[in-house]
């Protein structure tokens, strides 16, 4: 489940589209919003408060709250202060997510390269297990190159594996060795049927969408005589002309040929692939049920499409050269990016993630960023393992924890995978970074409406609206969710482990809980699918573990502090 939110436009009752699999349907509490920020909850004036456009949010997560009236990270101003002439070493930020295009001309420099490995050799050189792994691996591909895009989600896969054994049966029938399996597979079984009906109204409306569509593009074409439209040439547009001003509003307000090819690509991704019992997409020639056949994957780190942008997004957040005149600036500078492919446009396989994990600690990363997540997870323990095993080796996780609206506090079993800990607030490991999505908007709307939130299971909260990063091929994009959220805390991250690497990675995920802003303001809590009543409002600071939201130059410098303390009292020692 890649953690993405691709917003619809607003005569089309907004539909916002989860690139994994959920499908939020706005309902009233988007007006409700509207309504709210005008109310005496702002901390600042209303023309603070207002939507900005992309131009201006190019950059919002990088800037200071205190002098962009945004509630950004305080980058620029670590840059400019305190990092100023601090020494650094080079570390390695793993993204374990989809496929990275390492040769975008704004990541090419800064992705992580395997020395110990001779390219296109055929051979495992540095014998750790990879064959020409010199940028990465991908553990969704086979030994002979082919590569899967489209996955089920996991609760289809396991409605596929057990309705023929299962379907009909209640639990006093089950051996008690399969409870565990036979529940996942109750639950699996009625939300499958359920987000079947929910998919199939889209699809109507898709359909009747693309036939509005279709003349609107044509007319706006032969009026400005040509075959690709683009926002600036449309809104440009002078006429007279009834209806050709009519498809320029409509184009403006959001129905745009891009729209209508996302909206295609998620609506047919659910029918065809995420939700479709009879859709068989591993390749890759190993058992995914069996933890020791790991003889599988391939060194292709790279998207095969412009659709699967998540992982070179995610990158450009976390490591985008900086200042040089291309795109926007990564959080951190002195970073290598680790590429390891392991999460398809639909849900990842338990097992492939936790090799993904061990891959990454093998092979040199102090940070891993998991911007994904799912519901379902039959192999829990293999991830938990990989976790664990990641706390030994002292390299940070940080992962966002899911768009669904929901208060994770309230999920025991039904909590969000990978996480670290089986009950909410329970924690088995104390190198996972779980964080939260805001938005530019320094007030009651503070809190993305799409973020799921909760005081025992959320650590704390990052930029993740409107987040302009790279996305394949040398090309740029305005991005959402906590997946967006969860980079800009791992660049953090990167930034402290460069200049203080004899902090841990337990030290570094609490300076940074620490040392964030914690604005005390009421904010509109995100809300379920299914929530069509008045916004709830609640604290800020009763939304987190830490109740608050991360600040780089804070983090820098309690960490400066944390490190000349330990060296003070290692020499009186």
């Keep these: 489940m890649k953690q993405l939110k691709i917003f619809s ?13 959920t499908t939020k349907v706005a309902t009233k509490k988007q007006e ?28 919002w997560q990088l800037t200071d709250p205190f002098e962009s009236y945004q509630p950004g990270m305080s980058v620029e101003k670590a840059y400019n202060t305190v990092l100023k002439d601090l020494p650094a070493q080079t570390v390695i930020v ?45 553990f969704l591909g086979s030994k002979d190159g082919k590569m899967v895009t489209n996955e089920q989600l996991e609760l289809t896969r396991i409605v596929a594996k057990y309705r023929n054994q299962w379907q009909g049966k209640e639990r006093k029938d089950i051996e008690p060795k399969d409870t565990f399996m036979f529940d996942l597979y109750q639950r699996a079984e009625k939300e499958l049927a359920s987000r079947i009906e929910q998919i199939k109204p889209l699809e109507k409306r898709l359909t009747g969408l693309k036939m509005m569509a279709q003349p609107l593009f044509k007319t706006l074409k032969d009026f400005l005589k040509t ?55 591993r390749i890759q020639g190993d058992d995914p049920d069996n933890y020791n056949d790991r003889d599988y994957g ?37 970073v290598l990016l680790m590429p390891v492919r392991a999460v398809p446009d639909g849900d990842e396989y338990d097992k492939d993630i936790a090799l993904a994990f061990r891959y990454a600690v093998d092979n040199g990363a102090k940070v891993i960023n998991t911007s994904f997540g799912k519901y379902y997870s039959p192999h829990k323990d293999w991830v938990w393992d990989a976790i664990k095993y990641a706390a030994d080796h002292d390299v940070l996780i940080v992962n966002g924890v899911g768009n669904e609206g929901k208060n994770m506090d309230n999920y025991g079993d039904d909590m969000s995978y990978p996480n670290d800990g089986d009950k909410p607030g329970v924690e088995f490991v104390d190198n996972f970074l779980n964080v939260g ?36 091929f040398n090309k740029y994009m305005h991005l959402q969710g906590t997946s967006m959220a969860s980079p800009d805390v791992a660049g953090i991250a990167a930034l402290i482990r460069s200049r ?18 914690s604005p005390q303001i009421e904010v509109i809590l995100p809300q379920e699918d299914d929530y069509d009543g008045p916004p709830k409002l609640d604290k800020f600071p009763n939304l987190s573990k830490s109740g608050k939201m991360a600040n780089a130059y ?5 960490a400066k502090k944390m490190s000349e303390d330990k060296k003070k009292t290692k020499t009186n020692n």
């Design 9 to 21: 436009i607003a005569f089309i009752a907004i539909i916002a589209l989860a690139s994994c699999s």
């Design 32 to 59: 409700n919003v509207q309504i709210v920020k005008k109310t005496k909850y702002s901390l600042i004036p209303q023309q603070f408060t207002s939507l900005y456009n992309d131009k201006d949010l190019q950059n």
């Design 94 to 138: 793993a993204v374990v997510d989809a496929g990275m295009d390492i040769n975008h001309e704004d990541l090419k420099d800064v992705i992580w390269t395997n020395t110990d490995e001779i390219p296109d050799n055929g051979i495992d050189d540095d014998h750790n297990g990879y064959i020409d792994d010199v940028h990465g691996w991908n």
């Design 227 to 281: 075959d690709k439209l683009t926002e600036e040439a449309v809104a440009k547009i002078d006429t007279d002309d009834e209806n050709v001003n009519q498809a320029k509003a409509m184009y403006l307000r959001g129905l745009t040929p891009d729209y209508i090819e996302r909206f295609t690509h998620y609506v047919e991704g659910q029918l065809k692939y995420n939700l479709n019992v009879d859709f068989h997409a």
């Design 298 to 334: 391939n060194p292709n780190v790279i998207p095969p499409n412009e659709q699967e942008l998540h992982a070179t997004h995610v990158g450009g957040i976390i490591a985008a050269v900086r200042n040089n005149g291309k795109g926007g600036n990564g959080v951190a500078d002195h």
């Design 437 to 472: 999505a805001i938005g530019p908007n320094y007030g009651a709307d503070m809190i993305a409406p799409f973020s799921n939130y909760g005081k025992k299971t959320v650590d704390i909260f990052s930029p993740g609206m409107k987040i302009y990063a790279t996305v394949p």
């Design 500 to 517: 203080f690497p004899d902090l841990s990675a337990s030290e570094v995920k609490h300076i940074i809980m620490d040392s964030g802003l």
């Design 554 to 558: 804070n983090a820098i410098t309690m």
